[in-house]
Nanobody, 122 residues
Framework: QVQLVESGGGLVQAGGSLRLSCAAS????????MGWFRQALGEEREFVAA????????SYADSVKGRFTISRDSAKNTVYLQMNSLKPEDTAVYYC???????????????WGQGTQVTVSS
């Protein structure tokens, strides 16, 4: 089993920044990629960003491209999501995900964190 623990969520004003962290533990040798999804109230869970653990190949949703940056620290088994120029529509619960393949869709995500709330005020 793999455990994912998120941190860094909170309340910010539009135009502000947050950095989310996700630390992986347990059988981390079984995962090759990690990423982030988000789910707003009444909406489906949607892809945000993903990164390959060894090659650093990344993928981003069009809605966050140019504003969000995903990165990883292999020594710490930790992935980060730097979120800049935040908008009210970014408000959602953000979930860390991991799996053998780039988790660009929910079905590829084998492990999930508990979620962390990000709220962007007008």
């Amino acid at each position: 089993q793999v455990q994912l623990v998120e941190s860094g969520g909170g309340l910010v004003q539009a135009g502000g920044s947050l950095r989310l962290s996700c630390a992986a533990s347990g059988r981390t040798f079984s995962i090759n990629a990690m990423g982030w999804f988000r789910q707003a109230l009444g909406e489906e869970r949607e892809f945000v960003a993903a990164i390959s653990w060894r090659t650093s190949i990344t993928s981003y949703a069009d809605s966050v491209k140019g504003r969000f940056t995903i990165s990883r620290d292999s020594a710490k088994n930790t992935v980060y999501l730097q979120m800049n120029s935040l908008k009210p529509e970014d408000t959602a619960v953000y979930y860390c995900a991991a799996g053998r393949l780039l988790p660009t869709v929910v079905s590829r995500s084998e492990y999930w964190g508990q979620g962390t709330q990000v709220t962007v005020s007008s």
